[in-house]
């Protein structure tokens, strides 16, 4: 009885580490980590221990006889890997970087960004001894994307932040939230109080469609539209009418599919997960009835992964479609371009809500009075260059979608962090392995732009913290001065925990895992009720 890797894996390779027969790759080291799309059990060699179910911290692994009918196809997806990729030699075993041998005395550390680069830093520099943490946040709530960002119908998922309350939790580590750096303390601050700086902030903002009309009310950022829906209390007022009844996504990575999952989907449903109360309501009253998302590039090229389709697929009352699909695979057909296929071949039933994935389609420009009511396509054509990289064209061949809503949904982009060199064309901030400068460093999208999942800011902020342990050894961080920098309003561990606590039992009394406060000023009624002695529990 083989376990199987499903649709929530992380992929921050716990359970590699648990596994007593390495028998889950691809594993930090191996080639195909950084990009793998989920992580894979061999069912040849899995002797049916449990350990890595314990480890994950997403409930990503089950055993096969416990599968659910949407869940079957994993079990083929594991299999097949290890047909493709042998790892014959099973070396090397993942093993827990070791710990350093520290100078004497404390080394304090200021984490900026309390999202999953941040808490994966601040977990990697608590495992050795002596050093003390403190996690800043602009929000009163941490956990980044994690919390604002994962889908609501995504709860497994969700499930990671139990992982990040237990490295909370451990002695060294501390919270500055509602902090922002650059306006309550600056980077002068952090640096003059602490050895060494690590920032952790993310990509924050969307990259823009540069069309026509885009400007329009009814076109949005589908990075708006998921923080809008999670409870951001940046977009607590937000509006999004959706009295129409078709929306299109421009874009078909993950956040396309979450997005177009949440207009489609049955709001009593939602409303057992914990979706913010001012998007329930919306989506309740809302007329779309469907969803189409729109790629530049083929089927073969599409950013969403495979885990995410074979979910989108796999949804009950929503018909998920493909149109304009050749008769015969393309060339090299995959295990994402095989499922297409598939669903190009299903026959839509009327009385559904429906999401129709369309390739080899570009945006041209929105048209409308005062609001979007309609959006211009072209057809593209497809061009490799000499690197290898395939290049849509769009052609003379155009479309008209008559629609009220457009969000734009083609990638995050980072903003420049005060004090911090920057480069426009990546969004990145330029460093080696991490450093910035002795002192001064940075972890997850602001380091690496916005690639990968949750787990691989684990192995990113690995990195970061062997480069700054190495100038605390070799004596290159200059020591701080005593005592720390004062920021009105900053929220503790325990204020945190009180909000925490205050959401979780509103959930509770309707069923829920929590209800979310979704302004400040409840966040912050909820925090005033913080007692010490919950702090650590």
Known sequence: MPYVVTRSCCADASCVLACPVNCIHPAPGEPGFATAEMLYVDPRTCVDCGACTTACPVDALKPHTALGAAELPFLDLNATYYKENPHADRTPMYVVPRQRDLPAGELSVAVVGAGPAGLFAADELLRHP???????????????????????????????SELFRAIES??????????????????????????????????ATDK????????????????DFVAWYNGHPDHADDH?????????????????????????????????????????????????????????????????TLPELLALSALKDVDVTVEGWPDDLPPGATDKTRLLSQLAARTPHSTRRRIILRFLTSPVRLTGEGRVQALQTAT???????????????????????????????????????????????ATVPHDGGRVAPGVYVAGWIKRGPTGFIGTN???????VAALLDDFTEGRLTPPESGAATAPRALDLAAWR???????????AQGRPRVKHTDLNSLYEAASRATPAAARS
């Open 130 to 160: 002596g050093v003390r943490v403190t996690v800043h946040d602009r929000l009163p709530t941490p956990y980044g994307l994690a919390r604002a960002g994962v889908a609501p119908d995504h709860q497994d998922t969700k499930q990671v």
């Open 170 to 203: 451990q002695p060294g580590f501390h919270y500055r939230l509602g902090v922002e750096i650059g306006t309550d303390l600056t980077h002068a601050d952090l640096l003059r109080t602490h050895h060494a700086v690590i920032y952790a902030v993310g990509a």
């Open 208 to 223: 823009r469609l540069g069309i026509d009309g885009e400007d329009l009310r009814g076109s949005v950022a589908a990075t």
């Open 240 to 304: 999004y009418d959706l009295d129409t009844e078709r929306a299109v996504v421009v874009g078909n990575g993950n956040v396309a599919l979450d997005v177009a999952r949440i207009l489609t989907a049955d709001p009593d449903t939602l409303a057992r997960t914990d979706i913010s109360d001012h998007a329930l309501a919306a989506l309740r009253a809302s007329r779309v009835r469907e969803v189409v998302l729109l790629g530049r590039r083929g089927p073969a090229q599409a950013a969403f």
């Open 380 to 426: 593209t054509t497809l061009h490799t260059d000499t690197d290898g990289t395939v290049r849509a064209r769009p052609t003379a061949e155009t479309r008209t979608l008559e629609t009220g809503l457009v969000l734009r949904s083609v990638g995050y982009r980072a903003r420049p962090v005060p004090g911090l060199p920057f480069d426009e064309d990546t």
């Open 458 to 464: 684990k192995t990113c902020a690995q990195e970061t």
């Open 498 to 508: 009180a909000i925490d606590a205050s959401e979780r039992a509103a959930g509770e």
